[in-house]
């Protein structure tokens, strides 16, 4: 209870820190997303470290053969933590890279109201994320060893989820921006939309058994990509399946690594 309620206000605030700073502090979007990517590197570091104290503390099946979901293209037999870092990394070096082209690019149109970036701002923006996710961090130490295998799946996801949408605001926001020559109420609107996305994890993932009404009924209007199957079926047979994939990834592991 204590690990749900500190996660809940660490996600808070942490979200509270970009927020502030663009909608009271006047920051540019550059100095934004300058926060923003620093936010996105320190939490996925801090969810594989999460990731190595579990293997060595609780080592489950899940951290050294892991099984991802139906649909990821992440082989399984491979070391979950590697995975997720190979991922999570090379997604935030081509933000990176992105940020910089694009912000160069606002420049030289004369953008520079939305594409200065105050190293100061982002010094202090960037210090404020740290100390919360190292408390965060830390309290998440003391239960670690309880954690179950999906806890610890789930914590990453989030991570590569935050990575996702920033990735798409800088492929597609930033880039309008720059075409266009918009205002930067369109990055407003990222800003608020990237901070519900977040807070969207605070809230308890629902996942029935069997498809709502509405769903069976409008999906059995349209054609079917399996003769013979219903949307029904398949949704309780997906359902199953990833059933027997989190059992299989939470067993106790008995082979040679220990250390993802």
Not at 15 to 21: D, F, K, R, S
Not at 134 to 139: G, L, P, Q, T
Request: positive net charge; aromatic residues 10%; proline residues 4%.
């Amino acid at each position: 209870m204590v690990n749900t309620t500190v996660a809940r206000l660490a996600l808070l605030a942490v979200n509270a820190v970009p927020v502030v700073g663009w909608f009271a502090e006047d920051w540019a979007a550059g100095t934004t997303l300058a926060v923003y990517w620093f936010e996105n590197v320190a939490a996925c570091l801090f969810v594989a470290a999460r990731a190595i104290g579990h293997a060595r503390l609780s080592p489950r099946r899940g951290h050294f053969d892991y099984q991802p979901p139906a649909g990821d293209r992440r082989s399984a037999d491979s070391s979950f933590v590697k995975g997720f870092l190979v991922a999570s990394l090379v997604f935030s070096a081509a933000h990176a890279i992105f940020l910089a082209v694009i912000l160069l690019l606002l420049n030289h149109q004369g953008e520079r109201g939305i594409a200065d970036v105050d190293w100061g701002s982002v010094g202090r923006g960037c210090a404020i994320v740290l100390a919360i996710l190292i408390i965060e961090f830390v309290v998440d130490l003391l239960s670690l060893r309880n954690w179950t295998f999906l806890q610890l799946e789930q914590t990453a996801n989030r991570g590569l989820g935050r990575v996702a949408v920033v990735h798409l605001t800088l492929i597609f926001g930033l880039l309008a921006v720059a075409i266009s020559g918009a205002s930067d109420a369109l990055f407003g609107v990222f800003v608020v939309l990237k901070t519900l996305y977040s807070l969207s994890w605070a809230l308890p993932q629902w996942e029935p058994a069997t498809p709502p009404r509405w769903l069976n009924r409008m999906m059995a209007r349209l054609p079917k990509v399996r003769t013979g199957e219903r949307f029904s079926d398949a949704w309780v047979k997906d359902r199953a399946e990833e059933a027997d994939r989190r059992v299989r990834n939470e067993q106790p592991w008995v082979g040679r690594r220990r250390a993802a």
